[in-house]
Nanobody, 121 residues
């Protein structure tokens, strides 16, 4: 059974940076579009970034364009999210997902358990 495990979340001051990682196991990682979503308290889960199977194509949500960068290493079965210029509005639980492209986002077949990112002002 496929599994995704996120790491790298934590507390950071506004203007700071964090790098999230998501390690996959039990699935053929290179055949999946992978990406990140986030969910803040009281809000719906929001697509943040996605990357194609071999990293040729990426897509970002409008709220993070120019600040976040997604990348993947198929040899390590890992996807990364570099987050720069963080603001308190980026505070959320961040989820890794693996699936297929769907309407500019990802139709996820697998989800991680989530990692908390908190940005203090």
């Amino acid at each position: 059974q496929g599994q995704l495990v996120e790491s790298g979340g934590g507390l950071v001051q506004a203007g700071g940076s964090l790098r999230l990682s998501c390690a996959a196991s039990g699935l053929t990682f290179s055949t999946y579009v992978v990406g990140w979503f986030r969910q803040a308290p009281g809000k719906e889960r929001q697509f943040i970034a996605g990357i194609s199977t071999y990293g040729i194509s990426t897509n970002y949500g409008d709220s993070v364009k120019g600040r976040f960068t997604i990348s993947r290493d198929n040899a390590k079965n890992t996807v990364y999210l570099q987050m720069n210029s963080l603001t308190p509005e980026d505070t959320a639980v961040y989820y890794c997902a693996a699936g297929t492209w769907y309407k500019g986002g990802i139709n996820a077949a697998y989800w991680g358990q989530g990692t908390q990112v908190t940005v203090s002002s």
